[in-house]
């Protein structure tokens, strides 16, 4: 019996999301697109998805501050779903502030696959075995 995960996928790059979109449900997950920062947290309470992965540069709020509305204690009970960093910021103080702020991974865009992003995510979900 297979338990289906639902990723938030929040990015602002068109081909970046349909690519990984298609992969993730390729792969079985249910797949939630944002392409604005400031939608995030909203999304995250309705959903309340079994994992985030989340770009830095995004419109009207970065991924920085969205993480920081996250440690905010009307929002702390968002905390026990993993937040990936997905970004082409690579500076190691960018990987530093997002995991000091609550992030369990950083991946740099330009460096992965969409294997290697399923293969990452499987690692942060209960019981998420390969096909």
């Known amino acids: ?6 990723i938030l996928l929040c990015d602002d790059d068109e081909f970046l999301i349909r690519l990984y979109t298609y992969k993730l449900e390729f792969e079985g997950f249910k797949v939630v697109e944002i392409r604005s920062g400031d939608l995030v947290v909203a999304q995250m309470k309705e959903v309340m998805p079994s994992l985030v992965i989340l770009d830095l540069i995004l419109p009207n709020k970065t991924g920085f501050e969205v993480l920081q509305e996250l440690n905010t204690e009307e929002n702390l009970f968002l905390r026990n779903i993993p937040i990936i960093v997905s970004s082409n910021l690579s500076q190691q103080s960018d990987i530093d502030t997002v995991k000091s702020l609550g992030a369990v991974d950083f991946l740099v865009k330009s460096r992965i696959t969409p294997n290697d992003l399923v293969d990452r995510i499987r690692c942060y979900l209960p019981h998420c075995l390969p096909n």
């Open 1 to 6: 019996m297979k338990t289906e995960y639902t």
